[in-house]
């Protein structure tokens, strides 16, 4: 029951401070050391490297999940959409760990892949929302998302729970490997300040709604732009606003937009900067100087440490693990917004489902 809000989407978005208590609550106990059970924790150790398959948001979520399990458990990983892995398996290690991303836990591409690996002997987690789902009962492991029922066909609350369950297994995993860099993570306290982060965004919406009405409701296209993990969050924030609002949206990696894509720049189309790490903070920024002489407009998601006068949007500060689960909701925002401007179904987007049970 979507209760008094106009669309589920909304109502999910603002689910997400809850859904990031109740990953802690279920998955750290009360010292912050991770529940997560040992036999699941001894079957990855073994792996040499582990694998993140998903499709759409999910595979967007892996994205972020690799980073975190190469930081604190060090070992390498990797990230495939699930419908090219499928037919096209690379060259494997010795000892894979697959690790399925899927809301649904029936995504027909996953399942494809899930199949295979199984003949081939390989373990398995699936990390999903919906218990006794496919992709759950056909992988060896589980672990449950928590986050409540999505119906809205756009991810979100999904989303983030993916990226903050990915962390709490990484430092499981990682303190299982002895890494100190995972034993001295306090995620209890950083997915505390994650909440109430989130809470300070949901709550400045309307300044999302003036901004997405101002300068996403005309422009046929917009780039969101970042680098490293902030390119990850460029790629779900351009899916979920073209998804939605049918605004043709990339995500691109800053550095990239001057090898080619900087031709499409004209005057006042969208670019959307992500800038929450201090290593490439100045590059992106420098990017986006390059846009705003072609008559870009430019908007900036930035965290707080980093944020300069003229910022659209301050990001709370938060371990740089972690920023996806902050600098992704303004952008769920800005997409909800010019779907509702625009007057389309924002839970019900032309030519999807929330479920693709088909290859
Ligand atoms: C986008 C979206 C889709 C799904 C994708 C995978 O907002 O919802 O891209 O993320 O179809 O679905 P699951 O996670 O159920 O496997």
Redesign the pocket.
């Known amino acids: 029951d979507k209760g008094t809000y106009p669309f589920y989407m909304l109502k999910e978005v603002d689910e997400q401070p809850a859904v990031m208590r109740k990953l802690v609550q279920e998955y750290l106990d009360e010292d912050g050391r991770p529940t997560i059970e040992a036999g699941l924790l001894n079957e990855m150790k073994k792996a040499d490297r582990l694998y993140i398959i998903?499709?759409?948001?999910?595979y967007h979520a892996g994205l972020v999940g690799a980073r975190m399990f190469e930081r604190l458990t060090k070992i390498p990983t990797q990230v495939f959409i699930s419908s090219e892995f499928a037919y096209e398996q690379p060259i494997m290690s010795e000892k894979p760990f697959f690790i399925f991303?899927?809301?649904?836990?029936?995504?027909a591409d996953?399942r494809e892949v899930l199949v295979n690996i199984k003949k081939q002997g390989w373990p398995s987690l699936t990390i999903t929302n919906v218990p006794k789902s496919t992709l759950s009962r056909e992988a060896s492991y589980t672990l449950l998302l928590h986050a409540g029922p999505e119906i809205a066909?756009?991810?979100t609350k999904?989303y983030t729970a993916q990226v903050a369950l990915q962390a709490i297994l990484a430092k499981a995993l990682g303190m299982t490997c002895d890494q100190q860099a995972a034993t001295e993570f306090d995620l209890k306290q950083q997915l505390g300040i994650v909440a109430v982060g989130m809470q300070a965004l949901v709550d400045g919406k309307e300044k999302l709604e003036s901004i997405a009405s101002r300068y996403l409701s005309e422009p046929r296209n917009a780039f969101y732009i970042g680098r490293g993990i902030d390119w990850s969050v460029a790629l779900e924030s351009a899916?979920?606003l073209k998804?939605i609002s049918y605004v043709q949206a990339e995500g691109f990696a800053s550095g990239e937009l001057k090898h080619g894509t900087i031709a499409l720049i004209e005057e006042h189309t969208p670019v959307i900067g992500i800038i929450t790490q201090d290593r490439t903070a100045g590059l992106t920024r420098s990017n986006l100087q390059e846009v705003v002489s072609r008559g870009a407009s430019v908007l900036t998601i930035a965290a707080k440490h980093l944020a300069q006068p003229d910022d659209t949007i301050v990001l709370p500060d938060v371990d740089p693990l972690l920023t996806p689960l902050l600098s992704v909701v303004p952008a769920q925002l800005l997409a909800y917004y010019t779907s509702l401007g625009k007057g389309l179904d924002v839970d019900k987007p032309r030519n999807l489902a929330?479920?693709?049970t088909v290859q």
């Open positions: 998903g499709a759409g948001t999910s991303l899927t809301q649904s836990g029936e995504t996953s066909v756009a991810s999904a899916l979920k998804e929330k479920s693709v």
